[in-house]
């Protein structure tokens, strides 16, 4: 397919996101049906992901993911799905369908929401770049490129010690040449200076790509503020699924933090199709001086490390059992996969708006029975409040 033809795609697939970013940017909120400014989506912030196992020496398997995310503001109480854009609406609907639980509580006024916007690529390859011919015991050649939106809701009762976050998530994406895996690694391998891998035209076929995703964490309840002020450590423990073609699996993971000032909020994680959140905050920077949020309560700069545990039972992974609707490669996937990741966050405030920069190695046993060694990879996040 013509150069042309693959960018346009692309531009179309990344505006199904652009009519709510744009909607709850530029229009004045407070005329929109009656609905008052905090029950409409506006949008605070963003995070730019890229992982890459060049990090840590290698060029194989996973071997790039980039995701761009916005998160909207918080919602508090009760959604009126009238006051939201088209998309956002329409997203929310499905989810009170699919999971009518979802919002059964909503009245009450302590739990907050939020919705979030995301666009990555995925791309996959075997361990040598050299070769043309199809390797069979090797991983397919495959790329992921998709769109998403999710909705968290962040829930305290007043007599319990902990708190909870609820995701769901519906991914829609593309798996195959119109991924456009192949250019893009091309395009940065040439400006590294790096040779190119010569087998894409084995990659898997082109497909469309749908994931449902659910998540729940769960962590000691620390107040409402932004940050835990001084000296501290907490854990927080989640459970996931994902159903769809880009991947079905159960996970189970519990992350450890310790440092200065420690984030209120849910961890920091690897990209993962169905799971790139942000959740509502426990104290926003741009917090009015009359509110419930003090100075004291607002972000503070602060550093902290954190080591997470995940083990994950998959049922199908699309980059390694091929296309779903299509005869293609594949290798012999393994049930049980375990990961394990290592890192350092520090944020705080740059001009008056919140900052955060995470770094992380992540290590992953095999995933097929073919494959060499365990693989590692590297993860960098950027996280700007507007």
């Known amino acids: 397919m013509k150069a042309s033809m693959t960018s346009a795609w692309a531009l179309t697939l990344f505006l199904h996101i652009v009519p709510a970013i744009a909607q709850a940017a530029n229009e004045n909120t407070s005329s929109i049906k009656g609905c008052k400014a905090d029950e409409v989506v506006r949008f605070r912030g963003g995070t730019a992901r890229l992982e890459n196992d060049l990090f840590t020496g290698t060029d194989q398997n996973y071997t790039n993911g980039v995701a761009f995310t916005a998160v909207s503001h918080d919602i508090a109480g009760k959604l009126r799905t009238e006051c939201l854009p088209t998309p956002v609406r329409l997203h929310a609907e499905l989810i009170k369908f699919m999971n009518p639980g979802f919002w059964t509580d909503a009245e009450n006024p302590a739990h907050t929401q939020n919705v979030v916007v995301k666009f990555g690529q995925s791309m996959f390859t075997p361990k040598d770049p050299a070769r043309t011919d199809l390797i069979a015991d090797d991983r397919p050649y495959a790329g992921l490129l998709y769109v998403g939106m999710s909705w968290n809701r962040r829930k305290h009762e007043p007599q319990s010690n902990s708190e909870m976050l609820d995701t769901r998530e519906i991914t829609l994406g593309v798996i195959g040449p119109l991924s456009l895996a192949e250019q893009s690694q091309n395009l940065f391998h040439d400006a590294i ?129 091929g296309n779903l609707f299509r005869s293609s490669h594949s290798v012999t996937r393994r049930p049980w996969v375990a990961q394990a990741a290592v890192g350092v966050s520090t944020h705080g405030l740059v001009a008056g708006h919140g900052v955060k920069l995470a770094a992380m190695r992540v290590y992953r046993s095999r995933e097929f029975e073919e494959q060499g060694p365990n693989q590692a990879y590297g993860s960098v996040a950027l996280s700007i409040e507007f």
């Open 193 to 321: 200076g790096a040779d190119r891998f010569l087998g894409w035209q084995h990659q898997l076929k082109n497909e469309p790509a749908l994931q449902l995703a659910m998540d729940r964490k769960f962590k000691d309840y620390r107040g409402t503020g932004a940050i835990m002020p001084g000296f501290s450590a907490d854990s927080i423990r989640s459970l996931g699924l994902r159903l769809g073609n880009i991947e079905t699996s159960a996970t189970l993971g519990i992350e450890g933090r310790i440092g200065w000032n420690l984030p209120n909020d849910f961890g920091t994680y690897p990209i993962r199709p169905g799971a790139e959140n942000r959740p509502p905050s426990a104290a926003s920077v741009h917090s009015g001086s009359g509110d419930a949020h003090s100075a004291v309560a607002r972000p503070r700069p602060g550093v902290h490390l954190f080591g997470t545990i995940e083990t994950k039972l998959v049922a199908h992974d699309f980059s390694l059992d």
